[in-house]
């Protein structure tokens, strides 16, 4: 069925850089808002960033300036690029689809784990 599928994560020293890739099997990308959400160890799960289809994005605070989402509609694929790296940006990373017009179709990719340490 749908699947988002993210790939990129890794071990990274602060001040470091990585990005994120998710690609998704769903059969109309562009009726999607894409994002890329967090959740570190004993907090909640926050949201990143998140790009619609015509490209308007929106950043946390935390993530604006270092960070740049992005999505390629013709592979279906969203990027996180990730740069100036802190050790609270460690956490395991997930895409995110939903749909724009019908907020119960939602998907979720499996995470991939960031890590940022000396």
């Known amino acids: 069925q749908v699947r988002l599928v993210e790939s990129g994560g890794g071990l990274v020293q602060p001040g470091g850089s990585l990005r994120l890739s998710c690609t998704a099997s769903l059969k109309n990308f562009n009726f999607y808002v894409m994002a890329w959400h967090r959740q570190a160890p004993g907090k909640q799960r926050e949201l990143v960033a998140s790009v619609t289809s015509g490209g308007t994005t929106y950043y946390t605070d935390s993530a604006k300036g270092r960070s740049t989402i992005s999505r390629d509609n013709a592979k279906n694929t969203v990027y996180l690029q990730m740069n100036s790296l802190k050790p609270e940006d460690t956490a395991v990373y997930y895409c995110?689809?939903?749909?724009?017009?019908?907020?119960?179709?939602?998907?979720w990719g499996q995470g991939t784990q960031v890590t940022v340490s000396s």
């Open positions: 995110n689809a939903r749909h724009y017009q019908i907020a119960s179709v939602n998907y």
